[in-house]
T-cell receptor, first 114, second 113 residues
Framework: DAMVIQNPRYQVTQFGKPVTLSCSQT?????MYWYQQKSSQAPKLLFH???????NEADTPDNFQSRRPNTSFCFLDIRSPGLGDTAMYLC?????????????FGPGTRLTVL | GENVEQHPSTLSVQEGDSAVIKCTYS??????FPWYKQELGKRPQLIID?????GEKKDQRIAVTLNKTAKHFSLHITETQPEDSAVYFC????????????FGAGTILRVKS
């Protein structure tokens, strides 16, 4: 089945220790998104790729970086995690060939910063 | 840019009753309005969506209505069941906004049995 996969599903890291989260998709969608979701809040868009074009949200901290080496994979790098970065990180994809922007979410990575 | 407001923030209903969640949006150019259901610790799942060229869409116990003039859309769940308990998010999109969805703040729905 075509899907969005995220690894790892759970990640515990120490304050200041870099961490990388990965997302892969078999949908062949050209747009990929990273969201941060804290408890009881809506998903907050960090950035997205339209093909290889990177689009950063104005309020995304510099501590968050992303890479998209090919259509299928996208990575979220947190260079120096702080306690406030504890959250669920969701990857999503969509196809620009569609008129309407239906987004497909992965299962998420639950990150805990100690 | 687009702004989406969602009400109520929490909603408790008795099993079998109906539940209604309402959202308003600010940009009349928005043309796609999905609803996501998110259970605790899981991903948001698309449950229904509506496009700006229709006023209502129904899928079994779930329906969505859109009023473009008033710029609001609503989710209706009939014959609620305990498994409907979750957080529901509305969203709005226009492709000119760089493929981004703007989410409402969410509604916690509790169905009491």
């Amino acid at each position: 089945d075509a899907m969005v996969i995220q690894n790892p599903r759970y990640q515990v890291t120490q304050f200041g220790k870099p961490v990388t989260l990965s997302c892969s998709q078999t949908l062949n969608h050209n747009v990929m998104y990273w969201y941060q979701q804290k408890s009881s809040q809506a998903p907050k868009l960090l950035f997205h790729y339209y093909d290889k074009d990177f689009n950063n949200e104005a309020d995304t901290p510099d501590n968050f970086q992303s890479r998209r080496p090919n259509t299928s994979f996208c990575f979220l790098d947190i260079r120096s995690p702080g306690l406030g970065d504890t959250a669920m990180y969701l990857c999503a994809t969509s196809s620009q060939t569609q008129v309407y922007n239906e987004q497909f979410f992965g299962p998420g990575t639950r990150l805990t910063v100690l | 840019g687009e702004n989406v407001e969602q009400h109520p923030s929490t909603l408790s209903v008795q099993e079998g009753d109906s539940a209604v969640i309402k959202c308003t949006y600010s940009d009349s150019a928005s043309n796609y309005f999905p609803w996501y259901k998110q259970e605790l610790g899981k991903r948001p799942q698309l449950i229904i969506d509506i496009r700006s060229n229709v006023g209502e869409k129904k899928d079994q116990r779930i329906a969505v209505t859109l009023n473009k003039t008033a710029k609001h859309f609503s989710l209706h769940i009939t014959e609620t069941q305990p498994e409907d308990s979750a957080v529901y998010f509305c969203a709005a999109n226009h492709m000119e906004y760089g493929n981004k969805l703007v989410f409402g703040a969410g509604t916690i729905l509790r169905v009491k049995s």
